[in-house]
């Protein structure tokens, strides 16, 4: 009789193991490929940050590969940064393009800055492609300037990043 009770007892702590083991595999698997590619792209990301971003129910896939893109450019802006900016309701993707192309036209754009522009709900990117164009004709404007010629000539732009949302 008291065999027969250790057999179960065992059993029953073999099922609970199992299921532990597959809950965890549920939650650490989705996010696996993208640690990843974040660890095999110098774009370090901790396994524990990107389950900690699944669980909030943010999209780590963004993050992750707007996170590389930032890397390869030179740019170490942290994944917090981009998640916070992400949760506030911001694209990550298009503030990372924006500044990949300012700085590859040598202007000085900064993430809280692009950031900024973005949560105001201005398209950043067309915002950043202007001030390129404006440097490239040759008058020195500043990202300023552009956002208020682009609010008083009334450019749809302008507010394109709101209907986006």
Same mark, same amino acid.
């Given at each position: 009789m008291v065999s027969l009770l250790a057999v179960n007892v065992g059993y029953i702590v073999a099922g609970v193991a199992i299921i532990v083991v597959l809950i965890q595999m549920a939650v650490v698997m989705p996010v696996l490929n993208l640690y990843f590619h974040a660890m095999f792209s110098n774009a370090k990301i901790d396994l524990f940050h990107l389950i900690g971003m699944r669980? /909030?129910?943010?999209? !780590? /896939?963004t993050i992750v590969f707007s996170r590389?893109?930032?890397?390869?450019?030179?740019?170490?802006?942290?994944?917090? !940064?981009m998640e916070s900016h992400h949760l506030a309701g911001g694209h990550v993707a298009a503030?990372?393009?924006a500044l990949i192309a300012c700085d590859r036209a040598g202007i000085e754009?900064?993430?809280d800055e692009a950031c900024a522009i973005d949560l105001a709900g201005i398209d950043v990117q067309e915002v950043a492609d202007r001030v390129i164009r404006t440097r490239a004709a040759g /008058?020195?404007?500043?990202?300023?300037a552009v956002m208020q010629e682009m609010a008083e000539s009334g450019d749809p732009a302008f507010h394109r990043? /709101?209907?986006r949302s």
């Open positions: 669980l /909030r129910k943010t999209d !780590a /896939r590389i893109r930032a890397v390869r450019a030179g740019f170490d802006i942290p994944a917090a !940064a503030v990372v393009n754009f900064s993430w /008058r020195p404007e500043d990202f300023e990043a /709101r209907e």
